[in-house]
């Protein structure tokens, strides 16, 4: 009698059942609320057309990681402090730089005058006493240093994300374009993001439908789902800058300088125009002091998809990364 065997067939089918399952399963593991998972992948980092600390365009690869979907927001921010007691930097001390073109404020940035010292400027007074974040807690949180922003992401069980995180996000898949959706900055005139229109500091027309920050997600998403990855306000990386650092990055998830003394911010911000510092490029590097704060500059968090996902460190000693900031 011939026994019953099963048809050869099957195990291998419930094999690929079960891979196709367990594949699945970690695939679609929701991403946690308010983030997007980024896929992670191979990218050229960079651009040859930009600012000479934006070459070489370099390979770089990152892992899959999460990313707010939005910038973090006054109301995110206040829940933070609610929740900690927290003091941002600027609080401490009581003041900051703000945007005051054409106030009578006496202490002014040399080279870029637009900037003033303001007592009283925090995250809660964007450029000082009398103003307000009252009916803005859909806007993006600013007045807030890089301490003051990993303190939050900290807290909110996350981290900054690195510079190579951040470019390869912001490009949304695709190769070697100038800004996240191409290489067109008013595709069929659209207004895609929060900049300035016209010549900074004398005239912003405004055309983007704000003259001051918008609310967070005012313009369609790029193709990972993220919200004003260009513009509105710059934003916080994990890293320490050096102007030489893609001449000597190493190619896989890539955490900056060992040391420096200014921080990387990306982006672009509504103070940005096409006459004056272009920021909102994919490629474009800004820095300043971690201490910094001002009413352009905030941030969004990331965190790791894996657990304790190994440190890759530079291990050449930084160059010097002093010069000057185009904080703008
Ligand atoms: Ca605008
Ligand atoms: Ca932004
Ligand atoms: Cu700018």
Known sequence: MHTTTPPPVRPIALGLLLLVLG?????????????????????QMGSESGFPDEAPVH????????????????ADFAKFVEATGYKTEAEQWGWSIAFLPRDDKPQRVFG?????????????????????IEGKE????????????????????????TEAEWEFAARGGAEGKTYPWGDELHPD????????????????????GFKELAPVGSYPPNAYGLYDIAGNVWEWCADYYAPDYYARSPRENPTGPDRGTERILRGGSWLCSESYCTGYRVSHRNHT??????????????????????????TTATSDDSGGSKTH
């Open 138 to 161: 859909d806007r993006p949180v600013v007045q807030v240093s890089w301490t003051d922003a990993m303190a939050y992401c900290e807290w909110a069980g996350k981290r900054l994300p």
């Open 23 to 43: 594949a699945s399963a970690t695939e679609t593991a929701p991403p946690p609320e308010g983030m997007v998972r980024i896929p992670g992948g191979t990218f």
């Open 289 to 314: 002091t971690p201490d910094s704060g001002l009413n352009n500059m905030g941030f969004r968090c990331a965190r790791s998809i894996e657990t304790d996902p190994p440190e890759t460190k530079a």
């Open 189 to 208: 005139g659209k207004q895609l993001h929060n900049l300035w229109n016209g010549v900074f500091p004398v005239e912003d027309r405004g055309e983007d």
């Open 112 to 132: 870029a005058e637009w900037w003033a010292k303001s007592d009283g400027a925090n995250w809660r007074n964007p450029t000082g006493p009398g103003s307000s």
């Open 59 to 74: 390979e770089v690869t990152v892992a899959p990681f999460y990313l707010d979907t939005h910038e973090v927001t006054n």
